[in-house]
Every structure is written in structure tokens, then in C-alpha cells.
């Protein structure tokens, strides 16, 4: 199974800010070392985060990056010599996969999603690949 590692200051930052954020969903971009996207001994590295709004129109249940600050986020990581790994986003009451939404709505081919699960209380980081045609679940290590 492919893999992804989290710095375990960002893992410990998409749960805060997950919390934070709730009951909306929160939103943002993940940047590091993409690896070699398939090779297990090689995985992507997230070692940032990037915050962006949420400008959906249901942000309880929906979620949609600000594009201008997605832009300059996208721009910060890139500035600054990381890869773009992928995107995250939180489900306040959800399980921490992707939903038929978040599937119609994907939209950048190799990226990472993370997904912040507050369900239950206990706060749970899931990650899929986006193959342009379908999610494929990767293991995250926190290293």
C-alpha cells in the first residue's frame, strides 16, 4: 500500500485546526516532499500545512478552498522550495474517508487529501491518493 508521511507537528496542526474550525469544515494545503507518489519506499512527506477559508455555501458539510488564498498558498510552498503533496480538509461529524462529494470535487491528478475526522470526539487523520478517477487509501506513518 503506498504511503504517506506526517511530521507530527502537522498531524498534531490539522487536528487543531479541525477543532478549531468546528462545526464547519476546514480547509488547506499540504506541502513537503512529494516522493515518488507509488513507491512504498519513497513516500510523499508532509511537513506543512497551509490554512485556506472555506468559502463554501454549506461549510457544515461542505467545503471549497478560497482561490486566491489557495493561490498564494500554493505559491508560499512553492516559493519556498517544497513540493504541493495535496489538499486537507476536516468532516466535524464524519468518518475521515472521502464522501461522493469529495470525490465528484477532486480535481488535481497524484495530489494528496487528507481528511480530519472529529467524529465521535476522537480526532482520526485518513489520507487517499487521487488517481484522477479514484481515491486509493495510503498509510500514514508519523515520523
Same mark, same amino acid.
Given at each position: 500500500? !503506498?504511503?504517506? =508521511?506526517?511530521?507530527?507537528?502537522?498531524?498534531?496542526?490539522?487536528?487543531?485546526? %479541525? =477543532?478549531?474550525? &468546528? !462545526?464547519?469544515?476546514?480547509? +488547506?494545503?499540504?506541502? +513537503?516532499? /512529494? +516522493?515518488?507518489?507509488? %513507491?512504498?519506499?519513497?513516500? $510523499?512527506?508532509?511537513?506543512?500545512?497551509?490554512?485556506?477559508?472555506?468559502?463554501?455555501?454549506?461549510?457544515?458539510? =461542505?467545503? @471549497?478552498?478560497?482561490?486566491? &488564498?489557495? #493561490? &498564494?498558498?500554493?505559491?508560499?510552498?512553492?516559493?519556498?522550495?517544497?513540493?504541493?503533496?495535496? #489538499?486537507?480538509?476536516?468532516?466535524?461529524?464524519?468518518?475521515?474517508?472521502?464522501?461522493?462529494?469529495?470525490? &465528484?470535487? %477532486?480535481?488535481?491528478?497524484?495530489?494528496?487529501?487528507?481528511?480530519?475526522?472529529? @467524529?465521535? +470526539?476522537?480526532?482520526?487523520? /485518513? $489520507?487517499?491518493?487521487?488517481?484522477?478517477?479514484? #481515491?486509493?487509501?495510503?498509510?500514514?506513518?508519523?515520523?
Amino acid at each position: 500500500m !503506498p504511503s504517506l =508521511r506526517l511530521d507530527p507537528r502537522v498531524h498534531e496542526s490539522l487536528v487543531v485546526h %479541525a =477543532r478549531d474550525g &468546528a !462545526p464547519e469544515e476546514v480547509c +488547506g494545503v499540504l506541502g +513537503g516532499d /512529494g +516522493g515518488s507518489r507509488d %513507491a512504498a519506499d519513497d513516500p $510523499a512527506r508532509v511537513t506543512r500545512l497551509e490554512h485556506v477559508p472555506n468559502v463554501a455555501e454549506r461549510p457544515r458539510t =461542505r467545503y @471549497e478552498l478560497d482561490p486566491e &488564498a489557495q #493561490f &498564494a498558498a500554493l505559491q508560499r510552498i512553492e516559493d519556498d522550495g517544497d513540493d504541493v503533496v495535496g #489538499f486537507y480538509h476536516s468532516h466535524p461529524t464524519g468518518p475521515a474517508g472521502p464522501s461522493p462529494t469529495d470525490e &465528484a470535487q %477532486a480535481t488535481w491528478p497524484d495530489a494528496v487529501y487528507c481528511i480530519v475526522s472529529l @467524529e465521535n +470526539g476522537d480526532p482520526t487523520v /485518513g $489520507a487517499w491518493r487521487w488517481t484522477g478517477e479514484r #481515491f486509493v487509501i495510503q498509510n500514514i506513518s508519523i515520523y
